[in-house]
């Protein structure tokens, strides 16, 4: 188990590749290039990396909450969604359909706002309202 100077760092890290990711699935929207989907597996491999780290990591300094789920599980989900959605972009032959390719990065899109709104929730213990999810993405 790590400290939590590790969630720390851990969520920094987090932040700078959703933050990437969600730059990527911007540009390969605009133009579906062989380098977009070699970053598409870039991200999902970095973000597979962070989701492994995060089973490792002491749960124990999140202040927990009554009557929820583990927030940290959530996140933990989220981020398996993403990856998922991600390594999903990263097979797609090139030469897919416009409509099957916009479906797809609009899956991503909405994964990677969830990663984000579920790690706010671990840092933030009362559910935020759906304005305040909206603002998140």
């Not at 909450?65 to 989220?78: E, P």
């Not at 609009?106 to 309202?129: Q, T, V």
Request: contains cysteine; charged residues 30%.
């Amino acid at each position: 188990m790590q400290s939590s100077l590790s969630w720390i760092e851990w969520l920094d890290r987090l932040d700078r590749v959703l933050k990437g990711a969600r730059e990527d699935v911007r540009a390969l929207a605009a133009d579906a290039s062989p380098e977009g989907l070699v970053a598409m597996e870039r991200c999902r491999r970095q973000l597979s990396t962070l989701t492994n780290d995060l089973r490792r990591l002491d749960r124990s300094v999140i202040a927990p909450r009554s009557g929820n789920t583990d927030r940290a599980s959530n996140l933990q989900r989220a981020l398996d969604t993403t990856v998922f959605h991600l390594g999903t972009a990263a097979t797609a032959p090139a030469a897919a359909p416009h409509g099957a390719r916009e479906r797809l990065l609009n899956a991503i899109d909405s994964a990677l706002r969830d990663s984000y709104y579920e790690a706010a929730m671990l840092l933030e213990p009362r559910r935020a309202s759906p304005e305040r999810r909206a603002r998140l993405g």
